[in-house]
């Protein structure tokens, strides 16, 4: 008797898509919180849009720091080339 074929199958190590849970989670909050995705917009010609954009909120009267889910925006594991490529995209 023959043994049965098994399909090997790649396994996605991305999280939606993004390289991690964090990466999805500000890129989601960049551009479904529709003040946050107005205002990110102006960002888009910087040369590092997400960088530009997380240190203007930092030093302005929001003082904000993380997404509505906790999740840093210094947090050093997001993808900061993908993030400044949808905003650049946007």
Same mark, same amino acid.
């Given at each position: 008797?023959?043994?049965?074929?098994?399909?090997?199958?790649?396994?996605?190590? /991305? !999280? $939606?898509?993004? +390289?991690?849970?964090? #990466?999805?989670?500000?890129?989601?909050?960049?551009?479904? &919180?529709?003040? /946050? !995705? $107005?205002?990110? +917009?102006?960002?888009? #010609?910087?040369?590092?849009?997400?960088?530009?954009?997380? &240190?203007?909120?930092?030093?302005?009267?929001?003082?904000?720091?993380? #997404?509505?889910?906790?999740?840093?925006?210094?947090?050093?594991?997001?993808?900061?080339?993908?993030?400044?490529?949808?905003?650049?995209?946007?």
């Amino acid at each position: 008797m023959s043994q049965p074929e098994t399909l090997e199958t790649a396994q996605d190590t /991305t !999280y $939606n898509g993004w +390289r991690n849970r964090e #990466t999805w989670n500000v890129a989601l909050w960049l551009s479904n &919180d529709f003040p /946050t !995705y $107005n205002a990110v +917009r102006a960002y888009r #010609t910087y040369p590092q849009p997400f960088q530009s954009f997380r &240190d203007d909120l930092r030093k302005g009267m929001l003082k904000c720091t993380t #997404t509505g889910d906790g999740v840093s925006l210094w947090d050093k594991t997001l993808d900061i080339d993908a993030l400044n490529e949808m905003i650049q995209e946007e």
